[in-house]
């Protein structure tokens, strides 16, 4: 490539950079047609995930895994990322929460 060509290259990927605004990179249409079947299952998905039975089988493991882990029968690190996951599970609404605060900055 010559020299011209670079900087004409260069040039357009600036323009390009600078013309693109926010509001290409947004979806007009937030719910699109023939979506509900979708959302359905993935709300209960996420109600499975997050609704009294996996509380109660979260509670059940970290129990198991704590009497595990004081009988020497399971190492600390696994314990410890089971209930990592376990608050990972149950803490991501705030998580996701906390990063989209911390985005709305940039």
Same mark, same amino acid.
């Given at each position: !490539?010559?020299?011209?060509?670079?900087?004409?290259?260069?040039?357009? +990927?600036?323009?390009?950079?600078?013309?693109?605004?926010?509001?290409?990179?947004?979806?007009?249409?937030?719910?699109?047609?023939?979506s509900?079947?979708i959302?359905?299952?993935?709300?209960?998905?996420?109600?499975?995930?997050? $609704?009294?039975?996996a509380?109660?089988?979260?509670?059940?493991?970290?129990? $198991?895994?704590?009497?595990? !882990?004081l009988?020497?029968?399971?190492?600390?690190?696994?314990?410890g !990322?089971?209930?990592?996951g376990?608050?990972?599970?149950?803490? +991501?609404?705030?998580?996701?929460?906390?990063i989209? +605060?911390?985005?709305?900055?940039?």
């Amino acid at each position: !490539m010559t020299e011209v060509r670079k900087a004409l290259w260069a040039l357009i +990927s600036i323009w390009a950079i600078l013309w693109a605004g926010p509001a290409l990179a947004q979806s007009a249409n937030l719910d699109p047609a023939g979506s509900g079947v979708i959302l359905g299952a993935v709300n209960w998905v996420q109600g499975t995930l997050l $609704g009294a039975v996996a509380t109660a089988v979260a509670v059940i493991a970290v129990a $198991g895994c704590g009497f595990m !882990m004081l009988t020497g029968r399971m190492n600390w690190r696994h314990g410890g !990322m089971v209930i990592l996951g376990c608050f990972i599970l149950f803490g +991501s609404a705030a998580i996701v929460g906390g990063i989209r +605060s911390a985005a709305q900055g940039f």
